[in-house]
């Protein structure tokens, strides 16, 4: 079973903090496997001679081939029911068990992939594959305080491990420790994604023009003006915006969301750097098109109310006051506009 790697979600940004006990014990045991064979067996299909094996001789060792075999076929639910009963057999085994976290982390059970992954780093605590899942683990369930310490001793184990890196300076944004960050990426080599959480540690810092600098060789590293470089620019526009520079954001985020029309955090860049160099209209005309693809984005409607005030249009400004009102209740305040500094007034 091959190790997977951490999803890269590189191009969202948070700058702001932009997964029987009346029976005898035996007989238990042995009423519940009989059943675990029964019923996994009868849901998914296996070749006829791996089914045979398992119901004459219902081992630890053959349980795992039957869920090897469900794992080549892509089919991971199936190999996690098999592997829960070869961890039932022998609960003590760190392989087993990370194979059976691995099964549920490939079906997206993330939750059920925790205890087994949790077993298998315990046991085999220099072993560097059950800490990247467990870390994986908690991250794709948005633990980033469990998933912390996990990144931290992969790179203990395996110092510069590149997705270790870049899986706990996102632990630090999302906890909103900048400092961390600075200090874990400021010698680094700088992917595009740790480009953009260092710009974003310094911005949250106050220090934007290390945030520029940093967005600047990052984007000379990788020059070309497709979509790919988009999410930089957006947040190097916006990153000026912060730093009261609106006529020299409007060019990059003009090009930002030529590159990806579709992409939120160019079109809040965009709006803003419309509304601060006097262009209201066509400030609402972006930020409603980025209102339609997120609508439960609050600064996307703390802007458009802005833009509706500034073109003379109250009574859509107050409606956007009132979404705005909502949605803060609600709490539904996420990416990508963590970007966006939320600390300005609304416009009455």
């Not at 029911?81 to 079906?107: C, E, I, M, W």
């Not at 400092?179 to 700088?190: E, F, V, W, Y």
């Not at 967005?215 to 912060?242: E, F, I, S, T």
């Amino acid at each position: 079973m091959e190790l997977l790697r951490i999803s890269d979600s590189g191009s969202r940004f948070h700058l702001l903090r932009l997964f029987r006990l009346t029976l005898p014990a035996q007989l238990a045991f042995l009423v519940a496997l009989l059943l675990c064979s029964h019923q996994a067996l009868a849901a998914c299909a296996a070749p006829s001679a791996l089914e045979a094996s398992v119901h004459a001789h219902p081992t630890a060792g053959r349980w795992e081939k039957l869920g090897d075999w469900f794992d080549s076929q892509n089919d991971f639910g199936c190999a996690a029911r098999a592997l829960q009963s070869a961890v039932t057999l022998d609960p003590t085994s760190a392989h087993l068990n990370y194979f059976l976290g691995l099964a549920f982390f490939k079906s997206g059970d993330y939750t059920d992939a925790i205890p087994p992954f949790q077993h298998a780093a315990a046991e085999l605590s220099l072993a560097i594959q059950p800490h990247f899942m467990l870390a994986s683990s908690y991250m794709s369930l948005d633990q980033w305080k469990d998933a912390e310490p996990q990144w931290r001793t992969v790179l203990k184990l395996d110092p510069g491990n590149p997705a270790a890196v870049q899986g706990l300076s996102h632990c630090f944004i999302q906890l909103g420790d900048s400092s961390a960050d600075i200090q874990l990426l400021q010698n680094a080599t700088l992917t595009q994604p740790l480009a953009a959480d260092l710009a974003t540690a310094y911005t949250s810092s106050g220090h934007y023009n290390k945030a520029l600098a940093t967005l600047k060789a990052a984007l000379q590293r990788h020059p070309a003006a497709g979509p790919a470089n988009a999410p930089l620019r957006a947040m190097m526009a916006w990153v000026l915006l912060m730093d009261k520079q609106p006529a020299a954001a409007l060019p990059i985020a003009q090009q930002a969301d030529t590159a990806a029309p579709t992409l939120p955090v160019a079109q809040i860049s965009l709006g803003r750097a419309l509304l601060e160099t006097g262009h209201p209209q066509s400030s609402v005309r972006v930020l409603k098109t980025a209102a339609k693809q997120e609508p439960n984005i609050l600064e996307i409607h703390t802007l458009l109310a802005h833009a509706y005030a500034a073109a003379g249009r109250s009574a859509d400004a107050q409606h956007q006051q009132q979404l705005c009102a909502s949605l803060a209740k609600s709490g539904l305040k996420d990416d990508p506009a963590s970007i966006m500094d939320t600390q300005a007034p609304l416009a009455q």
